[in-house]
């Protein structure tokens, strides 16, 4: 009786959360994600081994309109906040597979330069050593993340990273697709 007592209080402390089943919601973001959070389309981000706190984040901040997105904000307004929480701990979960993409070395040189001066804080030197919550960009699709760029330099977009939002403008548009490139390039 003891056991059974132990483990009911258990379950309620562990809250809602618990009772999600995540595979079936998992399934779904790996329509366009890849299995296990891998992506095969260069325009659209690996998710696998990112940090747990950073996919919760952003995913609230598409939820709440808080972050611009072509499709996402529509997809997470039907998910619950422990929903969300969940989906972000199951890909957290996940290995990172950087994925080899080859550049000229030109563009190697210029993107790391770039780098150096504007990004190497937050994301680290080659982008695997990133700061707590902030996503690891080697082996990153390079077209998905010159988007990204993009969109925070727009003023339509509405991208709330205030650090990021800084470091953007320090950027020239013509550094976009090198730092793309160098990152996307890193896969060891």
Not at 74 to 103: N, T, Y
Not at 161 to 178: C, S, T, V, W, Y
């Amino acid at each position: 009786m003891r056991k059974g007592t132990v483990a009911a209080v258990l379950f309620c402390l562990a809250g809602p959360a618990a009772a999600i089943d995540i595979e079936p919601l998992a399934r779904t973001c790996n329509n366009c994600h890849g299995v296990d959070g891998v992506s095969v389309g260069t325009t659209m981000p690996s998710i696998g081994g990112l940090p747990k706190d950073y996919l919760s984040r952003v995913m609230k901040e598409w939820k709440y309109d808080k972050r611009a997105a072509a499709t996402m904000n529509r997809i997470v307004k039907g998910l619950s906040d422990d929903e969300i929480d969940a989906l972000a701990a199951h890909f957290a979960a996940r290995r990172w597979r950087p994925v080899a993409q080859k550049v000229a070395a030109a563009g190697l040189s210029k993107g790391r330069a770039a780098v150096r001066d504007n990004c190497a804080d937050c994301h680290g030197a080659t982008g695997n050593d990133p700061d707590i919550g902030t996503p690891r960009l080697d082996g990153q699709w390079a077209d998905y993340m010159a988007l990204e760029l993009e969109k925070y330099r727009d003023p339509e977009f509405v991208m709330p990273h205030r650090k990021m939002n800084k470091a953007i403008r320090q950027l020239e548009a013509g550094d976009f697709r090198p730092v793309s490139d160098y990152f996307g390039a890193q896969h060891k």
